[in-house]
């Protein structure tokens, strides 16, 4: 019973270490490129098995190593004071073992897709690790935290493919510009830590003002995108209405 409940609660720090819910949150995005690759016809099951297993396991990895880049800063921010590294619920070695694993499955799961797959998964890797360091040199790592989520229709039109297309680079544009306006909302949390460690973010280097029109500008961008993304396709009204309900829902 004991052993049982410490691997459950082991299990549910590594769930807690890479905010597992936000995965299930990022997916809808890829799932809308395999739709639209796929133009009405009924996906390939084993290409969506391996599509999904490789988002979610290139996000896990990502969001690990972004633990252990950011360790001392976590440590010293009363926000995140509490995270598993910090309260020693995961080691350091854990989370490394843990990032390994999980870019390894990435790798893996782009292999079995197709050769152009596997070969941009050590690019997409270098994207992902490399958000963990950007927000010390640049105010605009919000973007680059949206490209690299931003990158998942274009992985999916790859692996189904084999090859990008306006569609994939719209609705990477839309996932960006979505996600970099959320990051500017998140990053208030943190003005007074970051400008003290001398971390870089729109509301330390603009202020929370000037960084939300910012983020509202990011958004109305989103919708230009998805729609675009839609006309491309020629999915009309039904893809118009969605996404500006989309939309709409996100600023109330």
Known sequence: MDRSRALTAKLT???ELIKFEHTIFALPFAMIA???VYDGHLPDPTKTFWIVLAMVSARSAAMAFNRIADYVYDTKNPRTETRPLQTRRLTMKEAWIFTVLAAFAFVFSAAMLNWAAFLLSFVALFVLFGYSYMKR??????LVLGFSLGMSPGGVWIAVTGHLSLTSLLLCGGVTFWVAGFDI???LQDIDFDSKENLKSLPVRLGAKKALVIAFFFHVATIIFFL???LSEHMGGV???WSLHHRANTFL
Do not use: V
């Open 185 to 187: 909302f998140y990053a």
């Open 239 to 241: 893809f118009l209405r």
């Open 34 to 36: 395999l739709i639209m």
């Open 13 to 15: 720090s590594f769930i």
């Open 228 to 230: 675009a993304a839609g």
């Open 137 to 142: 040199f640049s105010s605009f790592s919000h």
